[in-house]
């Protein structure tokens, strides 16, 4: 390093660079303000420090005493858990493949074939959940199939398609199978495809790359992709209020309705929605280690 | 604020110098006259746009004409509104700072809101409509002798079903448990009426304020029979697409999710319980004035406009609810007759029980959350 090179550096390094945090500041003040205030402000009301209702109030543990307590709220977190491991495991399943051909297959149109995976997003949520009422209810495609083909009687159609847990898990899967499919297929594209080749050179057969040296470097996308449907899904509450019917009722339904359907109990609604925030952020925690590529 | 409710602001601004001039000379007058414009100038003098907190279909999404008359008298001051999804939602948002004049809870909400200092009573000789209304409905909206609610519209909670395919054993709300209609059943998302039918069914001695015994009962009974029930249904309009779809035969319906399935050409029937103390509930939505409100006679106007005999053939006709204004009538027989219009006492024993204050709401809603989830 010369001299006058080393004069600059000084310069810089007298003068603070604020370059870092003028970068930083706006998206930390934004998740200060809109994510971190608001979850401490829950945190007051699931100990009634706060109270929607002008009484006297004080703080106390009895919301969150009760809810540990009272099973019905844990067996239904329980429920809304299971059914959204089941749509993240079964949607992870079935992207991977989608995503492996994307990414490997050396198809020349893969970016078309993705633009066509992600393409029902041109159409509205709503929309795309509502249109599943058309398609499994009681009279609606697959039942009518069912009955033009004499596999069921007119008369009986099978009910569990529509306002069930079922239903519920095949809309979810539905909605939110191309963002699974694409943190796959970000990660298999970026793997160095020499080591294939190593693998292909060395002997290996086809399986065993795959199972060798794609699969483990794939496994972070994999992760990503399981919490991208994860997370959201097990506190999801539209879906299942619109094809969920008394039995798809999740854990996310019966947070919105303490906070506005019934008697406004903002104290309780609390304390299921940082419960459910706690166990998310741990889980977050366990799969990020996962994440790691080794 | 959007382009017009400034314009409108800027033009009453105006408007209100005038008017402050021209009361100074109307104390010197006397008699009725006088009185009269100094009613209108008391009008004219409150500003800005009418804010009302109601249900969606009583707004500018299709309830226009019953409050086109106000609409019509103060162009400059024109209903601005806020939505509410049931009397807990507006609770929450008259405590989280909305500041409305008015708003609309059912009956049985009466006393809670009379007596939590966010409601003041109305000056009902400035309803010229007042007259016409069901008295029996009147004496419902009135706490400590004062006229805190305004009622408007109201009808029945009873039972829908589908007679080509139900065979009901009684007329009983037990049809809404009937272990043979599995999956094709309807329960309405409320907080107390759930647990108030099965009191109804047990023949508690009072239903709307049930001992913590029979309460667990109720909540017993609810879960032990949810296995049955297809959803629950919270917007009439998934109610209806419910019955058409043929997804579900029997439900908790109002009388005029009754005519419009009728209307649709569906073979239904509305049953009113009858089996031993058994009865219908009714409702009747009441007009409330929030305390402090800057627009009270803007406020008084607005209902009187919804209360006039016009509006309520209107809401008759076309919503299907009845109206408290005596002299509407509706177009329909059939809603003649599911409403028994003619009777004063409809919504009263001995044909149906009316919604009431519940002293332990908190207990109720917590305990039908718990259904729910169960």
Same mark, same amino acid.
């Given at each position: 390093m010369g001299g006058g090179e080393g004069r600059l550096t000084a310069g810089r390094r007298a003068r603070p660079d604020l370059t870092t945090p003028g970068l930083l500041a706006p998206p930390l003040a934004w998740l200060a303000i809109f994510f971190l205030v608001p979850i401490g402000i829950v945190a007051l009301y699931s100990v009634n420090v706060?109270? @929607? &209702?002008?009484e006297p109030h004080a703080f106390t543990w009895s919301a969150w005493h009760s809810f540990f307590s009272n099973s019905i709220y844990l067996t239904l977190f329980w429920k809304s858990v299971k059914m959204s491991l089941i749509v993240s495991a079964l949607v992870v399943a079935v992207a991977y493949p989608l995503a492996y051909y994307l990414a490997?297959?050396?198809?020349?149109?893969k970016y078309v074939l993705l633009l066509v995976l992600i393409a029902?997003?041109?159409?509205s949520y709503l929309l795309r959940v509502l249109a599943w009422k058309v398609i499994l209810g009681d009279q609606g495609v697959v039942n009518t199939f069912l009955f033009w083909t004499g596999i069921?009687?007119?008369?009986?159609?099978?009910?569990? @398609? &529509?306002?069930s847990r079922f239903a519920v898990m095949l809309v979810l899967g539905y909605v939110w199978l191309p963002f699974v499919a694409l943190p796959i297929f970000v990660s298999l594209e970026s793997l160095d495809t020499r080591l294939l080749e190593a693998a292909s050179d060395l002997g290996a057969s086809r399986w065993q790359t795959f199972r060798r040296v794609t699969l483990p470097l794939s496994i972070p996308g994999v992760i990503a992709a399981f919490l991208f449907v994860f997370i959201p899904t097990v506190g999801e509450f539209i879906t299942p209020s619109l094809v969920g019917g008394a039995s798809g009722y999740m854990y996310g339904n019966q947070i919105v309705d303490l906070f506005?359907?019934?008697?406004?109990d903002w104290e309780t609604g609390s304390v299921l929605s940082l419960f459910l925030l706690g166990v998310v952020a741990a889980l977050t925690v366990v799969f990020s280690r996962f994440m790691r590529v080794r | 604020m959007d382009r017009d409710g400034v314009f409108e602001k800027r033009v009453t601004r105006s408007k209100a110098l005038k008017v402050a001039a021209a009361a100074s000379g109307a104390a010197l007058l006397a008699g009725r006259g006088a009185a009269a414009e100094a009613a209108q100038f008391q009008l004219d003098a409150e500003s800005g746009r009418l804010q009302v907190l109601d249900w969606a279909g009583?707004?500018?999404?299709?309830?226009q004409p019953m409050f086109a008359a106000y609409v019509k008298a103060h162009p400059n001051n024109k209903p601005q509104f806020t939505y509410m999804t049931n009397e807990a939602d507006a609770l929450a948002k008259l405590h989280a700072g909305l500041k409305p004049d008015l708003f609309r809870p059912y009956v049985g909400w009466v006393k809670y809101f009379a007596t939590s200092g966010l409601v003041q009573p109305w000056?009902?000789?400035?309803?010229?409509?007042?007259?016409?209304?069901n008295p029996f409905m009147i004496k419902a909206g009135q706490y400590g002798g004062k006229q805190y609610g305004i009622p408007e519209d109201w009808g029945f909670d009873a039972v829908l079903y589908r007679s080509d395919k139900v065979k009901p054993k009684?007329?009983?709300?037990?049809l809404l448990y009937d272990e043979r209609y599995k999956g094709k059943i309807a329960w309405f998302d409320d907080p107390v009426e759930n647990l108030t039918i099965a009191g109804l069914i047990f023949g508690f001695k009072d239903p709307w304020n049930q001992t913590d015994a029979e309460l667990k009962q109720s909540q017993q009974f609810l879960i032990s029979k949810?296995?049955?029930?297809r959803t629950i249904w919270s917007s009439e309009t998934d109610l209806w697409q419910l019955f058409g779809s043929g997804d579900v035969w029997i439900a908790l319906a109002w009388p005029n999710d009754w005519v419009q399935m009728k209307k649709k050409g569906l073979p239904v029937v509305y049953m009113h319980p009858s089996v031993g103390k058994q009865k219908p509930i009714a409702w009747v939505g009441m007009f409330m004035l929030l305390n402090g409100t800057p627009r009270p006679n803007l406020a008084h106007a607005y209902v009187d406009a919804w209360s006039s005999a016009k509006s309520g053939k209107w809401l008759e006709d076309n919503y299907g609810y009845g109206h408290s204004n005596t002299l509407a009538r509706p177009s329909s027989s059939d809603l003649l007759r599911a409403l028994q219009?003619?009777?004063?006492?409809?919504?009263?024993?001995p044909n149906a029980y009316l919604d009431r204050d519940v002293p332990r709401r908190a207990v109720y809603a917590k305990l039908w959350e718990e259904v729910k989830a169960a």
């Open positions: 706060l109270d @929607l &209702l002008p490997l297959s050396g198809t020349p149109r029902p997003f041109l159409t069921r009687s007119a008369g009986h159609p099978i009910s569990a @398609l &529509l306002y506005g359907t019934g008697f406004p | 009583y707004g500018n999404d299709g309830g000056d009902t000789s400035k309803i010229s409509n007042f007259k016409h209304l009684a007329k009983s709300w037990g949810k296995h049955l029930v219009l003619t009777n004063p006492h409809a919504v009263g024993l």
